[in-house]
């Protein structure tokens, strides 16, 4: 392998991938990321440039300090993306702590920068550290793409480990360093290094793709106006519920605004909406968050209790009517004086379909409507 034409195509594809990813900030600049990266894969050649630049009569200052600098710039805006991908929290406080310590770093640099060996050491641990730290990033992320974030996760590993296994090689062979600082010796580490940041830019895009496809996904799954599960997801939902293994007894639950239309009627669709909303917020609230809640109608809404007795299920459903009529006389400024209808049923999922199961909660419903309405009917699932 003729090293200087893979340094110079890789610095191309870099340079390439740096532009690409500069065009997607420019088309979506609220995915801050492509910013990030872009410069990540810049600062990569700019780097790289100044290296191959060594031989010529240039200020060591440039082709040593600068040149490493920006090489490590590089993974450290590769981590900076990555932050919008996990459920790590980028606080002030930590950006603080980030910036002090990457100001260290360039002191540490500047100050052995005459020292090729200890510069090359220091560089390559850093590197090696800061690609440890992306697949760590990487396992918090949001993205629910095992196959992609593993394969991201094994390139900054192998990264990091190219890199550890180059300072190694560089105090294991301290004595015969060439004026870069390196052992002749360390050629495939570099070689590893440069291919393996021009795969990463070249996978990163990926990264964003699944999250848009994840935004639209959790869009699609959504109610607009409440932001509970909608009508499809809820049901796909409970059946993926009785497809468990052993799903546990669980109790079905319908609930039902009373006299919706009169409101609407009255007071408008603006209020009604609010309505809605309001009431949604309330069981959101109400309910654990491993119960399943979606809104199937336009003014009714289901929600299956996980492993809940009869008993309990009944007292829930009894304080959610009566939060509901005491909490929701308002809505936008508007006396509309909300009540709910709600209709249950204990089912054991090991005897019980999901279909029965979701007919009599439903015929539960409208028993209690039949009774008054702000009423909890208890039905029985039929075999
Ligand atoms: N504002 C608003 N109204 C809606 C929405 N979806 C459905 N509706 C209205 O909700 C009303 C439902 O009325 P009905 O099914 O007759 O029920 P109800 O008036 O609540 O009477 P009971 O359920 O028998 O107590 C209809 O007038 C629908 O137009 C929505 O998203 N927003």
């Known amino acids: 392998m003729h090293l200087p034409t893979v340094v110079i195509l890789a610095l191309v594809i870099n340079l390439i991938v740096g532009f690409y990813l500069y065009l997607l900030y420019r088309r979506k600049p609220k995915d ?15 780097g790289g440039t100044l290296v191959a630049l060594r031989p010529y009569d240039i200020a060591a200052f440039f082709t040593f300090f600068v040149a490493d600098c920006l090489l490590l710039l590089a993974p450290i805006l590769v981590l900076a ?8 929290r980028y606080t002030r406080r930590r950006r603080q702590q980030a910036f002090a310590l990457l100001a260290l770093t360039a002191v540490a640099l500047l100050s052995v920068h005459q020292h090729p ?41 192998l990264h990091a480990l190219t890199m550890f296994t180059q300072v190694m090689l560089i105090l294991w062979q301290w004595q015969s360093l060439n004026s870069n ?32 496809e994840r935004k639209l996904t959790l869009k699609s799954q959504r109610d607009g106006l409440t932001k509970l599960a909608n009508r499809e997801h809820f049901f796909n939902q ?25 409101i609407n009627d009255k007071f408008g669709h603006a209020v009604g909406d609010s309505a809605i909303k309001a009431v949604a917020q309330l069981l959101s609230k109400q309910l654990r968050c491993n119960d399943i809640i979606g809104r199937i109608g336009g003014e009714e809404y289901a929600a ?18 009566e939060q509901v009529e005491k909490q929701l006389q308002f809505v936008a400024d508007a006396k509309v004086e909300l009540t ?19 007919k009599a909660a439903d015929e539960a419903l409208y028993s209690s409507k039949r009774a008054g309405r702000n009423t909890v009917t208890l039905g029985a699932v039929g075999l």
């Open 340 to 358: 709910i209808s709600i209709g249950l049923v204990y089912v054991d999922t090991s005897q019980h379909d999901y279909v029965s199961a979701l």
């Open 304 to 321: 299956l209790l996980i492993d809940l007795d009869e008993a309990t299920a009944l007292k829930i459903s009894q304080r959610l009517c």
């Open 81 to 88: 993306g990555l932050i919008q991908f996990s459920r790590f």
């Open 117 to 157: 060996g200890i510069l090359s050491v220091l560089i390559a641990l850093a590197i090696g550290i800061t690609f440890c730290l992306c697949a760590i990033l990487l396992q918090k992320s949001v993205i629910t793409e095992p196959t992609f974030t593993r394969t991201l996760q094994g390139i900054f590993l």
């Open 238 to 262: 409970v059946e993926r519920y009785w497809q468990q293994q052993r799903p546990l007894p669980a109790v079905l639950m319908m609930i039902d605004i009373d006299f919706f239309k009169k």
């Open 32 to 46: 801050r990321c492509f910013r990030l990266w872009s410069f990540s894969s810049i600062s990569f050649v700019l």
């Open 181 to 212: 600082g390196l052992p002749e010796s360390s050629v495939y580490t570099l070689l590893s290094h440069i291919l393996l940041t021009t795969f990463t830019a070249l996978l990163l895009p990926w990264l964003c793709f699944l999250k848009l």
